[in-house]
């Protein structure tokens, strides 16, 4: 495990590394059930960040950057009370607050964790405060694997209805085979002078890379005048597609967004206007369900970027039904979108209870058993 796997109160082993089963690391950092690590090496706003390890993995160790912390167990219940207590708002400040060095190195040394500061109930309390927040933590759990469930349907049920595959009820026939460029005109996009404070913080929303995140798009964090699209931006009309064409993420992934309400857009995405027989939602799920072949049409461009040539879309091949079943397909495709919503939501209002308990929980606001005059005892690694 490395800084990149631990995340505020848990590990995230998505992405992990491995070594060859001959090359033996120190016992010492062998992972067991309930450790609680710290992050003592990372960027300002990321060190300190400390999880628990609940067997995500049957065998893991960790790296030099992080650091195994043990409590004393006459005074801390257990180490998921000290996890949920390394992970409220006042103990990430403080951790944040004994960090030293640059905003892109900083480090926090064990001689400035020694003395951390903590509100520390009877032990009772902790177990009874540690089980309160695991009942949480369990639901968030739960709501995570239905989110990942639907999400897997959602693709599942792309790769079989815009294939032609699967047809819903009613439809038949063959889909014609056309390309991309017979379908879509194509608009470029631009970047107005930086230099210009005229032309930025207006009322347009700006879309780039950093903006192409959610299958609707109408914001952005960047917004333009009118004067500053006219300077060297575009405007894209509702019902286009915005695709990303060259950027780092096309490494790894197809980034691309139906405009519900007029934006302007950047040099590194193009819009796709599409034609009469092409109903505009369609082609935004057309491209995610073909994600994986546009993402093996990716060149690359100096160190980093990735490239989607726009002769090479041109010629990109769409397997096209008729409006009347792509109207169907696009408003199946929805009614799930919209199920995944509604549990995101579900799981965004979970989380906030979560850190509200956190809060009255852990800072004697709100007592499970009965009041005892808590005390400030110090962490001891």
Request: glycine share 6%.
């Amino acid at each position: 495990m490395k800084m990149g796997n631990i995340s505020r109160g848990r590990f995230d082993v998505s992405k992990v590394e491995y070594v060859l089963s001959d090359v033996v690391p120190a016992e010492g950092h062998r992972l067991t059930k309930g450790d609680v690590l710290l992050n003592t090496r990372n960027t300002l706003d990321l060190v300190g960040k400390v999880a628990i390890w609940r067997d995500e993995l049957p065998l893991a160790f960790f790296n030099s950057n992080l650091m195994r912390l043990e409590f004393d167990a006459n005074h801390v219940a257990s180490t998921e009370y000290a996890n949920f207590a390394l992970n409220a708002s006042t103990s990430i400040a403080l951790l944040r607050s004994l960090a030293t060095g640059t905003t892109s190195v900083a480090a926090i040394y064990t001689r400035d964790l020694l003395a951390l500061p903590f509100v520390l109930p009877p032990q009772s309390e902790q177990r009874a405060i540690a089980e309160a927040l695991s009942d949480v933590e369990g639901l968030l759990g739960a709501l995570d694997v239905l989110v990942a469930k639907k999400r897997a349907i959602k693709q599942a049920t792309m790769q079989q209805l815009l294939t032609g595959k699967t047809r819903l009820p009613g439809f038949s026939g063959d889909w014609e085979a056309r390309a991309l460029g017979e379908l879509v005109t194509f608009l470029s996009g631009g970047t107005p002078s930086r230099g210009a404070a005229s032309y930025w913080s207006g009322e347009i929303p700006w879309i780039s890379a950093s903006s192409l995140r959610t299958f609707y798009v109408w914001r952005s964090d960047t917004n333009l005048t009118k004067e500053g699209v006219a300077a060297g931006s575009r405007m894209a009309p509702v019902g286009a597609t915005l695709l990303l064409v060259r950027g780092s993420a096309l490494h790894n992934e197809i980034l691309a967004g139906l405009v519900t309400k007029p934006v302007c857009f950047n040099q590194d995405v193009k819009a796709l206007v599409p034609n009469s027989l092409l109903v505009p939602q369609f082609l935004t799920f057309y491209l995610h369900g073909k994600a994986d072949e546009l993402l093996r049409l990716v060149s690359s461009a100096g160190n980093t970027a990735g490239v989607l040539d726009t002769k090479i879309l041109k010629a990109f091949e769409i397997l096209l039904p008729k409006k009347p079943e792509q109207e169907a397909i696009s408003a199946a495709l929805i009614d799930i979108d919209a199920e995944i919503t509604a549990l995101e939501r579900r799981r965004e209002k979970t989380h906030a209870i979560k850190q509200g308990m956190m809060q009255q929980l852990l800072t004697g606001r709100i007592r499970l058993v009965q009041p005892v005059t808590a005390t400030t005892e110090t962490a001891t690694p």
